[in-house]
């Protein structure tokens, strides 16, 4: 990899229009493209640059693609050269890491949280010893290698797979990415969180095969369930459903639209102990099981879905959607009950979401009052000066 051994100081520069340098400077890693004063002649999509200020000051390196909107990411803020500041970064969230674990309890974390990390476009999940890495950005994907060598000399993993699926891949000129990148290959894993025991699918499950961002919101539902019915909506592979076993619930049933990800949760109690009744793992769309119960069924809700807007332009459309669900929720919960709601949409901010549950209490007519606000679990970093990073929030109500 030449690349590695360049010094940052020869790389083409990259030209801001006069203040555009503001926002690198308070450490935002983005250049939209009409900050941009001048393209560099000698400068492929996906190469480094050298950032500049207006008046030829250096603010840092980044990884331009000229078809994005968002048209640089910084990987360097200042002089560190580019890849002694990724590889600085890469060290500094693994170090991170071990602070916020105990390996004994828990082998499954994020150990890279994109922007939140200093790493745009880089995702890495840690499952035990298998690292999974999801690319979604030309820059980050012409760094591979080196990322991927320094990953393997900081973590020592058996395997790192490569799950590059999401849909800003298109917008960057790439397509879908799945594979081995280094080590043996591997089947289902078995991970350990606060403790429970869960199979993982990282080359067949979602995203790179388990919301490790809920960890934090599985592990308090815990406490709050025993004696209670719980109706785990969006169960996927069973995490709530597992955790609140363990927290004593009367009975657990878990709905989601994915038969597959159903066979994983009753795997998932059976590898934890718990007896799996078949008729509690539900294949159903959840709107259509919410209508169709009788009020007072469930104690306990749990609303986790996929996200409802992936593009901006889906907002109101998700926004009714949101609302729908957050209705049959608060009207079925049994009086006294908890709804978790949660939403890990980018395009829903925090004010939405409060709008959204607002009106959907207001039109179910029930007394609703917030116990707990969330984002996501400690290993999902976001930088104060990249706020855009926060993605997922829930809210946990008390109905009356
Ligand atoms: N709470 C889970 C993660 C949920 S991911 C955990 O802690 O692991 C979202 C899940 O919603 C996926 O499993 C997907 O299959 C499911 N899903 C998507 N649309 C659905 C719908 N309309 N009804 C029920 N499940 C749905």
């Given amino acids: 990899m030449p690349q590695k ?21 308070q450490r935002h890693p983005w250049i939209f493209s009409g900050a941009i004063a001048a393209w560099p002649d000698r400068l492929d999509d996906g190469g480094l640059a050298a950032v500049v200020a207006a008046d030829g000051r250096h603010v840092g390196y980044a990884y331009v693609n000229r078809r994005c909107s968002i048209a640089a990411r910084l990987v360097a803020f200042g002089d560190t050269d580019p890849h002694t500041a990724i590889r600085n970064s890469l060290q500094r969230a693994v170090a991170l890491r071990q602070t916020l674990f105990d390996a004994r309890r828990t082998t499954a974390l994020r150990l890279v949280n994109g922007e939140g990390d200093g790493l745009p476009g880089l ?40 799950k590059s699926d999401v849909a800003a891949r ?19 894993l078995v991970i350990l969180e606060n403790g429970l025991r869960f199979h993982v ?14 960890r934090d919101m599985r592990a308090l539902m815990e406490t709050l369930v025993g004696g209670r019915r ?22 657990v049933v878990s709905v989601d639209s994915s038969g597959g990800a159903l066979r994983l949760a009753q795997g998932n109690h059976a590898l934890n102990g718990f007896p799996s009744v078949p008729e509690d793992f539900v294949e159903a769309d959840m709107f259509a099981y919410l209508r169709e119960i009788a009020s007072g069924l469930f104690d306990v809700i749990i609303l986790d879905p996929p996200s409802f ?5 889906d907002v109101v459309r998700a926004g009714r959607a949101y609302k729908d669900l957050n209705r049959l929720a608060l009207t079925k919960v049994a009086p006294g009950g908890l709804v978790l709601t949660c939403s890990c949409s980018h395009f829903v ?31 999902h970093p976001i930088s104060v000066f990249h706020p855009e990073g926060g993605y997922l929030k829930s809210l946990l109500l008390s109905v009356d």
């Fill in 5 to 25: 051994h360049r010094p940052g100081c020869q790389l083409p520069a990259l030209q801001l229009r006069p203040g555009r340098e503001k926002s690198v400077l």
């Fill in 123 to 162: 995702i890495v999940d840690r499952y035990a010893d298998v690292l999974v890495c999801q690319i979604s950005t030309l820059g980050m994907e012409r760094l591979k290698s080196f990322l991927l060598e320094v990953l393997v000399e900081l973590v020592q993993p058996r395997a790192v797979y490569e």
């Fill in 170 to 188: 298109y917008e960057e000129g790439l397509t879908d990415a799945a594979g081995l990148l280094y080590g043996q290959d591997f089947g289902p």
């Fill in 201 to 214: 699918d990282v080359k067949r499950g979602q995203k790179t095969g388990f919301f490790l961002d809920q």
């Fill in 230 to 251: 719980v109706l785990n909506g969006f169960a996927y592979t069973g995490g709530f459903s597992v955790y609140a076993r363990r927290g004593g619930a009367a009975r």
């Fill in 309 to 313: 807007a992936r593009k901006k332009d």
């Fill in 349 to 379: 901010d925090d004010k939405l979401f409060g709008q959204i549950v607002f009106q959907a209490a207001y039109e179910a007519g029930r007394n609703v009052r917030i116990l707990h606000r969330h984002r996501q679990a400690l290993d």
